[in-house]
């Protein structure tokens, strides 16, 4: 992207489902290259809803969201599909790896599924594998690993291929102390690499080690954002 240019841009954003109070209310939130964005707030207050219309899994009733130079809200399904595999990884809560598949092979997916050829994949798959400090387990069943390094594995598949954008949706809520702790030091490393992380959490520690910015929101509406912090490197 061109410098300067911000890699999600979300503008006067708005989400109703049926009668309800809105989920998001007129919400405009820029983020860029290299920083890490801890988004806080109590149940209901639309942080789920914010980071599903960043991943293109929900779309406003009004506003817009681009993410990486593309209008995420006027994709077509397909086109959705395509963003998530190429433009974002995303990691989740309770890491949604496959157990009949071993570590290797849940992180190769997201290439297989873009196209990758098998050797560049494999390569890739590797050397995420060995800088993640999992290579270990390569050849491993998930149901034999810590969810620490089940963690890990779910951070490898996200980065294989290279995303603008790592989504993290409650990446330590499924985790005991020291393996969130263990994730905590891992998102930190990536964010110091230049990669530009927005992730959902209540873990107040999270925020505070990995974030180079908080953003809260109260009732579907922004209520503090700590600003912009300069990102000890860019993509």
Request: charged share 25%; proline share 5%.
């Amino acid at each position: 992207m061109a410098p300067n240019v911000p890699v999600i841009d979300i503008r006067e954003v708005t989400r109703t489902y049926g009668e309800d109070p809105p989920a998001l209310a007129d919400v405009t939130l820029s983020v860029r290259a290299g920083e890490a964005v801890a988004v806080l707030g109590p149940s209901g207050s639309g942080k789920s809803t914010l980071l599903n219309l960043i991943a293109g899994l929900d779309r406003p009733s009004t506003g817009s969201v681009t993410v990486d130079g593309l209008r995420v809200d006027a994709l077509s399904e397909a086109g959705s599909a395509r963003y998530r595999r190429t433009r974002i990884g995303m990691v989740f809560q309770f890491f949604n790896l496959l157990d009949d598949l071993t570590v290797t092979d849940n992180v190769l997916l997201p290439a297989q599924l873009a196209g990758l050829s098998r050797g560049e994949a494999r390569t890739r798959a590797a050397g995420l594998l060995e800088s993640l400090r999992i290579d270990r387990h390569a050849d491993a069943y998930p149901g034999r690993l810590s969810g620490g390094e089940r963690q890990r594995v779910a951070v490898a598949r996200a980065l294989m291929n290279r995303p603008a954008l790592l989504l993290a949706d409650e990446p330590t809520g499924a985790l005991d102390t020291a393996s969130g702790d263990d994730v905590r030091a891992l998102l930190a490393d990536l964010n110091a690499a230049g990669q530009t992380i927005v992730l959902v959490t209540h873990d107040l520690a999270l925020a505070r080690s990995c974030a180079t910015r908080t953003v809260e929101l109260v009732d579907g509406r922004i209520v503090r954002d700590s600003g912009h912090v300069a990102p000890a490197a860019t993509r």
